[in-house]
């Protein structure tokens, strides 16, 4: 496998870990925010 491609599938990778990553960031936000509504 050439180098250029190579490096374009693991910047790939990169940016699915990091949308992966933001997603359960927001979903992990939404149960602390439910958490906390429900306390007060």
Sequence with gaps: MPQGKRDEMSMKD??????????ENKEANKNVDSLITNRK
């Design 14 to 23: 990169t940016k699915h870990e990091v949308a992966m990553q933001r997603k």
